[in-house]
């Protein structure tokens, strides 16, 4: 009967010990899953705000390409149009403006042509050399804008076919002025529409991504891919000019785009110096099928870590009998672990080149004699070390040497006689500090000056030491702290001892200032 009970309760505490094993499992699986779905959330996030850095730095960068672009074909304008007005455009200078107008053309690439036009629209000099007959170009866009428009900036005009070559352009001109300000004519560089294939050719990118050159009323110059029927299309009822471009002249967003209908995420710039709009744009379909295809591979490691999970919790029941072993010895791991941990503790107030005390516990002394000397009514006294021209006996010697020196100074410093309360420490590189708690200046001094002694006596040789010694030697500041003299912290003592290891070093070095 006894012995059924006794089953019986052991039977119970199984099933409640495997109860509670499926609940910790169940816990850990949905736990696993709401972070996954959360990181699987916040991925997709970081893959749109990476596309949108990328697109908005690939605006950027297609913003500075157009205007540098269009700047050297306005500068060239600029150029030819000061030649005519020192010129004029008589007959006799129609030869030296050809020749003018070729060699600029030939030394930009992306110019496919250049003329001048009197003020009825007829051809006087092209870069080609051969003028068409019977041709005028008063119906042009661009010749119209200038006859009402006086301003001598160049303007930049939709995409033609050039009469010239057959050849898809944009027309960038410039307004010739009589000197009575009035209309003189027309001065054209056309730009080749295959360069910007070219250009935008060089840009790895998706066959649904998009590269897009554009005026500010939303008139397409190029896109990426090309589409001949896109050229010349106006888009200006895209977000990008409705409301974007209205808002900020560049950014990020995410709509559809107004060519095909696909939803992109986009970055835009606009020219500051010229009425042009830059947009990349990446397919948003695309980035998720990217993004998902990586994803795939993310669930599936995930599915292997759940079970992992579950088969680890499996193995608890059998491994509980284990842990109270494992408890007993990391006890003991800890209570060496403590041991090596105060050791560590001890090392790490000493210098390890020197075997002097360094700067933490010179600090940490410091503050303590601070601290002392304010409750005893007792002087404090700090002496700054430093090794005059250290720099040029490591150069001279190598810093093997230097390091061997400081060694010796350490060692001369260690064996002064001092009072046992005293600390010496490297206070760091070649600077050393003595800390005499008690001390007062009659004390101080008389160390300080055996410090100079005991290194001079040395006797390390320094061909290049500045003090006019051929030996190694140490300048000493100090600076005694009394309660009348009111220096309140180890920051003020240092100040103090620092100020007058500068004055000896500025005094000639290899001594002893207050």
């Not at 008139?219 to 896109?230: C, G």
């Amino acid at each position: 009967m006894i012995a059924d009970q006794h089953a019986v309760t052991t039977h119970s505490s199984k099933l409640s010990l495997r109860q509670m094993m499926i609940i910790f499992l169940l816990a850990i699986v949905s736990v696993v899953i709401l972070i996954n779905g959360w990181l699987i959330w916040n991925s997709w996030q970081r893959t749109i705000a990476s596309a949108q850095n990328d697109a908005h730095n690939l605006s950027q960068s297609l913003s500075r390409q157009a205007e540098d672009t269009f700047l050297q074909v306005d500068l060239t304008l600029q150029d030819v149009s000061d030649r005519i007005s020192l010129i004029g455009l008589n007959q006799a200078q129609h030869g030296y403006l050809r020749e003018l107008l070729s060699s600029r053309t030939s030394s930009l690439p992306q110019l496919n042509g250049m003329a001048i036009y009197d003020a009825q629209g007829n051809w006087l000099v092209t870069s080609r050399g051969n003028i068409p007959k019977q041709i005028n170009n008063s119906d042009r866009e661009y010749f119209r804008y200038h006859l009402t428009h006086a301003d001598s900036r160049v303007h930049i005009g939709k995409v033609i076919r050039s009469r010239a070559t057959g050849d898809l352009v944009i027309p960038v001109s410039l307004r010739l002025n009589n000197s009575d300000g009035s209309f003189r004519g027309i001065l054209l560089a056309s730009v080749n529409l295959s360069f910007f294939k070219t250009v935008y050719g060089y840009y790895n990118l998706g066959r649904h991504n998009v590269l897009a050159l554009m005026l500010s009323d939303g008139t397409i110059l190029y896109v990426r891919p090309y589409v001949e029927s896109a050229i010349n299309r106006n888009i200006s009822d895209s977000p990008l000019f409705t409301t974007l471009l209205k808002n900020a002249s560049s950014g990020t967003a995410v709509y559809k785009s107004a060519l095909d209908g696909k939803e992109r995420v986009f970055g835009y710039s606009a020219l500051q110096r010229y009425s042009l709009v830059t947009a990349a744009g990446y397919d948003k379909g695309q980035l998720m099928r990217g993004w998902f295809s990586t994803l795939s591979v993310y669930i599936a490691l995930c599915t292997i870590l759940l079970l992992v999970i579950f088969l680890l919790g499996m193995l608890v029941l059998r491994h509980i009998s284990l842990n109270q072993k494992n408890q007993l010895e990391l006890t003991a791991v800890r209570d060496r672990l403590t041991a090596m941990n105060r050791t560590l503790q001890t090392l790490a107030l000493v210098d390890g080149l020197t075997g002097l005390a360094n700067r933490r516990q010179f600090d940490l002394y410091l503050q303590h004699s601070v601290d002392r000397a304010h409750k005893l009514q007792i002087p404090l006294a700090l002496l700054m070390i430093d090794v005059d021209s250290f720099k040029a006996f490591n150069d001279s010697y190598g810093h093997p040497a230097g390091d061997d020196c400081l060694k010796r100074i350490a060692d001369a410093l260690a064996h002064l006689p001092h009072r046992p309360d005293n600390l010496v420490a490297r206070y760091g590189g070649e600077e050393f500090a003595i800390i005499l708690p008690g001390g007062d200046r009659e004390v101080a001094s008389r160390l300080a000056q055996q410090v100079v002694e005991a290194i001079s006596a040395l006797n390390i040789p320094h061909q290049h030491n500045s003090c006019g010694q051929q030996r190694v030697s140490v300048s000493v500041g100090l600076h005694v702290m009394t309660q009348e003299n009111q220096i309140l912290s180890p920051q003020a003592l240092i100040a103090g001892a620092d100020r007058a290891l500068y004055v000896a070093k500025n005094a000639g070095k290899n001594q002893v200032a207050e």
